[in-house]
Each structure stands twice: as structure tokens, then as C-alpha cells.
């Protein structure tokens, strides 16, 4: 059996997984150690290091692990394409739980995209990430111009508003004193309307 | 005369804050020490150590000096409150001059936003400096409305969702391959147009 990645049985990954997830949260990206890991798991260090080799791998396998998770866990299951982007957005802005763990865990996510410029190997999976969960936006705003609910806007050019205001709102929520979130939520309900809704009220003037 | 801050001559300031910003943008916040600032500068590693004291206090200054540069060199001069508008967001999603040193120094800035919420010092800081921008921004859309421009809108949602874009393209411009920043300039665009513009092309259907 090789080494690194691909072939990790599927518990002993999800293990490791979390143990990523809960020392990410307690001790930030860069802070955290191999050993950390391991203390929060039930594998041992060696192990560890038998399946990654190093933390850049099992943090770049930890990056993926979050887009699978994001597609499980995250994307709402709706027939409404409204009520499904609603949803996705609260989800991403406050989390699936609110409170300390979310803003932990976006902390350590936005160390870890402030060192892509300086690590290819996360930028192209960060890259990867980006790229799939805009498509699902995409794909909702799609459906619902299909449906006939949505304007017929340029689905890309919304998408990515949508996603850097999320990503910006996050930054702004972790690194000042300001409610960035709710104000960031409030001002997409407004665009959503504006751009996307047929018949909306910024359009009576 | 007192150590650390205020009373530092005004020429001394600048060549340190000068150098802070070459340092920044060629090693990173995480690999950049008082020697390489020194190094960059007319000034030795001793006299950084008498004005400053330590990296973080000078880091804290260099978050307010920029704070400075920004209202004398990215706020633009005009009468015409939507040409305002657009240089200024032209200036803070492209730089002043494109290229390298703009998505390096934006890269490090990345770096200490994300140190923030494991330094209390840092976050007040950008959280000042955050509010002097989000003040700028507001100002020049109630200047709008009330040259009767604007449609008559909450000037603190538009500005937050500008801002929130803003800082989520360059993040994702810095840790990803995608062209962030031309998507969002498009975007706000459309965005300006919808909730900022009277009989804008959004209203005609």
C-alpha cells in the first residue's frame, strides 16, 4: 500500500480529519504541530506521518476534505432556488453551528489562504475549492432563471459577488470588532432582490 | 523624549514605515524581523528597537500609517460623487500601480488580518482603520442622494457589501488562480447600477 493520501482507509482519514478540524480551531494554523493532531485523534504521531509525510500534505488533504464535507453538509437541499441560495448563503456566513468554533475555524482558513502565495500546493487546492462551490452558485442561479424565478442575469458575475462578499464579510468578522456578517447578510438579501428577483420593489422607482 | 510612537520625527517615521512596506512586500508578515526592516532603511536595528521596542508595535504603527496613505493617495479629488465611487474602487481592487508589489503588500496584509484575533493590538487597529474607510465610503454615496444622484438607499448596507467584496477579491485573488478582481470590478458595477442609479437598465422589466 502506498503512502500519502489516496489509499488512507476511510475511517482512518475521517479520524484524522477531525483531530485536523479541532486543533486547527484550537491553536491556528500556525501553531499547529503533527503532535498536536495526533493528541486529538487516536492515531498515533507516527502514524501521522506515515500516511502524510508532512503537515503541508495533511493540511492540503485537509482542504479537500472540506469541499467534500462542504457538498454533504453544507448545500441545502431545496426545490426552491431562492430558498436554497438563502439558505446556502446563512450557512456560509454564520455556520452550521454559531459561536466560537465557527470564527476559529475561519481564522485558521484564512491563515491558510494567506499562505497560498507562498505554498502552490495549497493555492491549487484552495483554487480547486473556489472553483466548486462557485459552480454550485452557478448552478443555483441557473435553475432558477430555468424556473422561470430568477431574472436572466449573468449567473458567473452573481456568484462571484456573492462568494467574495462571504469571503470579505469572514476576513472583516475575524480581524476587527465589527458585525460584518449580519450587515454583509442584510446587503445580499438587497442584491439578491435587486438582481435577481423579477418584480422587485428597487425596481417601482 | 518618550519612547515608541507619536513623538518619532515625522522624516524618521516615514523611512521606517517605508522600509516596513518594502519589507512586507518581499518577505511576507511571517519571515519579516527588525533586522530585515533595518536593512531596507537609513536607519539601524537599534534605532527601530528605540522608537518601536518590539515588531508588533511597529506593525500596529505601520496599520495606521497606511490609514494615513489612504486618504491622502486612494481618495480621489471630484465633484461627481459616482466617479468618486469608481476610483476609489478601481484604486483599492487594482492598486495605484498594478503588478507584483500590489498582490505582495495585499499578501501581507492577508498575513496580519489574519493574526488579529491572536492579537488584540492588531485588531483595534484594523478595525479603526476599517471604520475610517467604511465612513469614507458612506459619505460619498450620502453625498450622492443628496446631489439627488443616488437613489435614496442606506448608504452603511451599500458600503459594506463595496467593502466586503473588496476584501474577499483580493483575498481570493492572493490564494487562488481566479481572476477575482476583474469578476468583482464587473459585479460592483452592476451592483452600483441596481441599488445606486436612478433609472438604471435593472428597472426596465
Do not use: W
Amino acid at each position: 500500500m502506498s503512502k500519502y493520501g489516496e489509499e488512507i482507509p476511510n475511517h482512518t482519514r475521517e479520524d484524522i480529519m477531525e483531530a485536523t478540524f479541532v486543533a486547527l480551531c484550537q491553536h491556528g494554523y500556525a501553531d499547529i504541530t503533527m503532535e498536536k493532531i495526533a493528541e486529538g485523534s487516536d492515531k498515533s504521531k507516527s502514524t501521522l506521518h506515515y500516511h502524510y509525510g508532512t503537515k503541508e500534505k495533511l493540511m492540503v488533504d485537509f482542504i479537500k476534505f472540506l469541499l467534500e464535507g462542504f457538498e454533504d453538509k453544507i448545500v441545502p437541499n431545496s426545490d426552491d432556488p431562492l430558498e436554497k441560495l438563502n439558505t446556502l448563503i446563512d450557512r456560509m456566513l454564520f455556520g452550521l453551528k454559531e459561536g466560537d468554533t465557527h470564527e476559529r475555524f475561519h481564522t485558521a482558513l484564512l491563515e491558510l489562504r494567506s499562505q497560498a502565495p507562498y505554498n502552490e500546493k495549497y493555492k491549487k487546492q484552495i483554487t480547486k475549492n473556489d472553483e466548486v462551490i462557485q459552480k454550485i452558485i452557478v448552478k443555483i442561479i441557473e435553475e432558477g432563471i430555468e424556473k422561470g424565478k430568477f431574472k436572466d442575469t449573468n449567473p458567473e458575475r452573481i456568484a462571484t459577488i456573492i462568494l467574495s462578499a462571504i469571503d470579505g464579510a469572514r476576513a472583516r468578522q475575524i480581524s476587527t470588532d465589527r458585525e460584518a456578517a449580519e450587515n454583509v447578510r442584510e446587503a445580499l438579501d438587497r442584491i439578491i432582490e435587486s438582481t435577481l428577483m423579477k418584480n422587485s420593489r428597487g425596481c417601482k422607482q
